[in-house]
């Protein structure tokens, strides 16, 4: 089992900057990846970023060159700085742990994002 705290989120006004943080405990093996997903009413949860543990990241086209990613492997903590935010980046942001072998993967209970024009 993984365990998976997140921390950040908020209210903030278009052009602003938030950063997400979500911490992982408990039986983390390798090669495994790391990631934030969103999600708004009525739509699919969606990739927003991911990096592995080998530090490969993925971005959504929607973010690229606005939020980067990154993962302290000693802390098992993966984060999300987010800037230029814009109004479609409202939505609640999911931390997600993939395990590879065998394949599973873990959620965080969710943080709200809402950005105001």
């Known amino acids: 089992q993984v365990q998976l705290v997140e921390s950040g989120g908020g209210l903030v006004q278009a052009g602003g900057s938030l950063r997400l943080s979500c911490a992982a405990s408990?039986?983390?093996?390798?090669?495994?990846?790391m990631g934030w997903y969103r999600q708004t009413p009525g739509r699919q949860r969606e990739l927003v970023a991911s990096?592995?543990?080998?530090?490969?990241?993925n971005y959504a086209d929607s973010v690229k060159g606005r939020f980067t990613i990154s993962r302290d492997q000693v802390k098992n903590t993966v984060y999300l700085q987010m800037n230029s935010l814009k109004p479609e980046d409202t939505a609640v942001y999911y931390c997600?742990?993939?395990?590879?072998?065998?394949?599973?993967?873990?959620w965080g209970q969710g943080t709200q994002v809402t950005v105001s024009s």
């Open positions: 997600n742990f993939r395990a590879f072998v065998p394949p599973r993967d873990y």
């Open positions: 408990g039986r983390i093996f390798s090669p495994n990846s």
């Open positions: 990096v592995s543990s080998g530090g490969t990241t």
